[in-house]
């Protein structure tokens, strides 16, 4: 089946401590996205990738980080320097190929702090 | 910069009302714009989507009508089920800065709880 899989479904992270989220797809898209939802914000860009080895800050991109090795693979790391972390993570991918294209979504990780 | 503007909600119906969800935007030039859902503990799902003026996405009963005059992409849907409960989102999408990466731009969100 095509997708995207995100991994854990539940993160729990300690004080002082980095956790990273997996996000994986199949669906040969070229961009990824990282979103932070909380409640009634609606979905706040973190970071963005439009090919491999390239990546580009979003809106609340401090204290994290993102890398981009593998088309297939985009994982989010959560510093320590994110004091607020607890939330509802989306990755999503997209064609990038203009403003009219969908982006398609994974189900997300909570992360919450210990 | 962009912005987008939902109705407050949450929104309680019963089933086979009649749903209307009002969806404003604040954008340059000529954006895209989506309505999203998401069911529970998961992820959002593309519900349909418009590209330019007076076209009209369509999905699952789901309508709505790009309008640029009033700068509106309103929600709709003639007769709610229960399995419609779920959060809607509306987004706006657009080249920015010359570069077309489709950034997403949402509104905060409109709880949908319909019952029996």
């Known amino acids: 089946d095509g997708g995207i899989t995100q991994s854990p479904k539940y993160l729990f992270r300690k004080e002082g401590q980095n956790v990273t989220l997996s996000c994986e797809q199949n669906l040969n898209h070229d961009a990824m996205y990282w979103y932070r939802q909380d409640p009634g914000q609606g979905l706040r860009l973190i970071y963005y990738s439009q090919i491999v080895n390239d990546f580009q800050k979003g809106d609340i991109a401090e204290g994290y980080s993102v890398s981009r090795e593998k088309k297939e693979s985009f994982p989010l790391t959560v510093t320590s320097a994110q004091k607020n972390p607890t939330a509802f993570y989306l990755c999503?991918?997209?064609?990038?190929?203009?403003?009219?294209?969908?982006?398609?979504f994974g189900d997300g990780t909570r992360l919450s702090i210990l | 910069g962009d912005s987008v503007t939902q109705m407050e909600g949450p929104v309680t119906l019963s089933e086979e009302a009649f749903l209307t969800i009002n969806c404003t935007y604040t954008?340059?030039?000529?954006?895209?714009l989506f309505w999203y859902v998401q069911y529970p503990g998961e992820g959002l799902q593309l519900l349909l989507k418009?590209?330019?003026?007076?076209d009209k996405g369509s999905n699952k009963g789901f309508e709505a009508t790009y309008r640029k005059e009033t700068t509106s992409f309103h929600l709709e849907k003639g007769s709610v089920q229960v399995s419609d409960s779920a959060v809607y989102f509306c987004a706006l999408s657009r080249n920015a800065g010359g570069t077309s990466y489709g950034k997403l731009t949402f509104g905060q969100g409109t709880i949908l709880t319909v019952h029996p």
């Open positions: 418009a590209t330019k003026a007076d």
């Open positions: 954008a340059t030039g000529y954006p895209s």
């Open positions: 999503a991918t997209g064609l990038g190929g203009g403003s009219n294209q969908p982006q398609h």
